[in-house]
């Protein structure tokens, strides 16, 4: 697939919409107005009309200036006006005001924060109780801190995936290799990052898993894989993503 704006070409449709949006900053049209037919990007695939043809526009839109409801205050039985597209109107402006801890000018009590070390890094850190309590991790630092744990510590028979020991690929596995990364362009057929933007050439990742298989060797063919970035090939593995 050619990139429309700078002629790049990426191996599949998906990876070159990757890739304009990543290098471009513009996601590329994804759907069709049904109404008067202009292509349109909708970041999430639902909608069937354009901007401009939109039906909820205007006095159909639940937060159209005059399309507002009135209910009676649960507390104090008095009368308020809400939008019927956020929720039903239960408590009017002035109880929600009083209501302790909603609000910055009426704060909830303060709660003490607990001293805990980070269960990767061994620095100080200090948390809720609640985030402490009933984590059978620990704390830590941050994402790179966690993920770094559980390089360490969640693998193996400790791994909630874990299926049996390693398995061998066998020397006809690397020929394949080397042949879908050339096939695709050295490049992440999720996201469409290369090999110079990664600064490594990505992992190539079984369709269908070497273990489905009697014979290992039965998995390594061109058909079967697929080259992904690190961050792509978790997702995968792990069933997050396609």
Not at 42 to 58: L, N
Not at 126 to 136: A, D, K, T, V, Y
């Amino acid at each position: 697939m050619e990139c429309p704006s700078c002629g790049k070409q990426l191996a599949t449709e998906q990876g070159m919409r990757q890739h304009h949006t990543k290098v471009h900053n513009t996601p590329l049209p994804n759907r069709v107005c049904k109404r008067c037919h202009q292509e349109f990007y909708d970041p999430k695939s639902q909608r069937a009309y354009c901007e401009e043809c939109y039906s909820e526009q205007g006095n159909q839109n639940g937060n159209w200036r005059g399309g507002k409801e009135t209910e009676t205050c649960s507390v104090c039985d008095a009368t308020f006006s809400y939008y019927p597209s956020n929720k039903q109107g239960v408590y009017c402006s002035e109880c929600v005001k009083e209501a302790e801890g909603l609000l910055p000018e009426n704060p909830a009590e303060r709660i003490e924060l607990i001293r805990t070390a980070c269960s990767f890094c061994e620095a100080q850190l200090e948390r809720l109780p609640s985030s402490i309590n009933g984590n059978e991790y620990g704390s830590f630092c941050d994402l790179d801190c966690y993920g770094k744990w559980l390089s360490n510590n969640i693998v193996g028979s400790n791994h909630h995936q874990w299926e049996g020991g390693t398995l061998f690929y066998g020397e006809s596995w690397w020929p394949v290799r080397r042949k879908a990364l050339e096939r695709d362009n050295y490049t992440c057929q999720r996201c469409g990052a290369d090999s110079e933007e990664l600064g490594q050439n990505p992992d190539v990742h079984h369709l269908n898993r070497v273990r489905d298989f009697d014979d290992p060797s039965n998995a390594h063919t061109l058909s079967n894989v697929v080259s992904l970035c690190r961050s792509c090939h978790r997702l995968v593995e792990s069933g997050d993503k396609k």
